[in-house]
């Protein structure tokens, strides 16, 4: 199955469509290529309505989520 256990397990590449993607190297171009891929990723975005998350780490270096998430905000907004 799927990630979670849910839906059909992830389906393989052949080497010609693996020799056809984009080499992504940069954190944001990751991103917004998984972004792109999961539509429902918007749907909670939209639905947190502008409102702030906040979230708080126990030592330096925890917040690397945090960027995350918050590259993956901007490629939603830039996808919308």
Not at 16 to 44: G, H, I
Not at 45 to 71: H, N, Q, Y
């Amino acid at each position: 199955k799927g990630v979670g256990g849910a839906g059909p397990p992830p389906r393989k590449w052949t080497p010609e469509e693996e020799a056809a993607l984009p080499v992504l190297t940069q954190p944001y171009a990751m991103l917004s290529d998984l972004v792109s891929r999961a539509p429902e990723m918007a749907a909670v975005v939209k639905r947190l309505e502008g409102r702030p998350l906040r979230v708080a780490t126990m030592c330096s270096g925890t917040e690397s989520p945090l960027l995350a998430l918050d590259m993956m905000s901007r490629a939603i907004e830039a996808q919308s």
